[in-house]
């Protein structure tokens, strides 16, 4: 991570002694978010590790979490020639392996995007956790990246569910992978899918291999996770980008 500090609409993060210290500047969801930080300080294995909560009597304030040396977001590493495909396919199969466990767990992140996912080429994390959805949650109540549109019609998902999940961290993937930011190609806040095929279309060149992401793209009842697909297919690695 180059930056020291990144501001969010509800929230502002920066790296400092080696901790990353998250506050918020809007407290919508304050019970939520207490229960989660809560959540994820006894299950460590999702994300980098809560070391301390910051609160004014009941209100969360903000928290302070692990810095793991050498990460850097799926965003910056977008292009950097520096991370080999080994490197890379490590930090996507982490963060798959956490986000199913995250969905067998009833949970559902919601904010999923490249500046949320870290790796540091040894192991992928998410971060930014303190905002996931239980199943029993109004999804309406939290922020969200962005929209998925599924149809030309302009149908749009504006619930969170695995599959929005799956598809998003898809995206951050494959622009890892292909060294091509995919998510430069929403409109105000909304991907469609059909623009994300036709930018696939373009850029990735194993056939077989895009025919499987056009399914996961398309699976909404049984999601297909995006790291299964790679365990099967030979991922043309030296596609020439034509974006």
Do not use: W
């Amino acid at each position: 991570m180059d930056k020291n500090s990144m501001v969010a609409t509800n929230s502002t993060l920066e790296a400092k002694d080696g901790s990353l210290y998250k506050f918020f500047t809007d407290y919508n969801c304050n019970e939520e978010r207490k229960r989660n930080i809560q959540f994820f300080r006894e299950n460590p294995m999702f994300s980098p590790r809560i070391n301390y909560t910051f609160n004014s009597g009941s209100i969360l304030l903000g928290y302070s979490m692990e810095f793991i040396p050498g990460c850097i977001t799926f965003k910056d590493a977008v292009g950097d020639e520096s991370y080999t495909y080994e490197d890379k396919l490590k930090a996507i199969n982490g963060v798959f392996a956490k986000l199913k466990l995250l969905h067998k767990c009833d949970i559902l992140v919601g904010d999923m995007h490249a500046q949320n996912i870290m790796f540091n080429g040894q192991d992928g994390y998410i971060v930014d956790l303190d905002e996931v959805r239980f199943i029993e949650d109004d999804t309406h109540k939290f922020e969200t990246a962005y929209k998925l549109q599924i149809d030309e019609d302009g149908t749009l998902i504006d619930e969170e569910s695995c599959y929005t999940d799956n598809v998003k961290t898809t995206v951050c993937a494959l622009s890892l992978l292909y060294g091509v930011d995919f998510e430069d190609i929403m409109h105000h806040g909304v991907m469609k899918i059909s623009d994300l095929k036709s930018a696939i279309d373009v850029v990735v060149n194993d056939s077989d291999f895009k025919g499987e992401v056009f399914k996961l793209l398309d699976s909404r009842d049984e999601v297909i996770y995006f790291d299964e697909i790679l365990a099967k297919q030979n991922v043309d690695k030296k596609s020439e980008v034509l974006l």
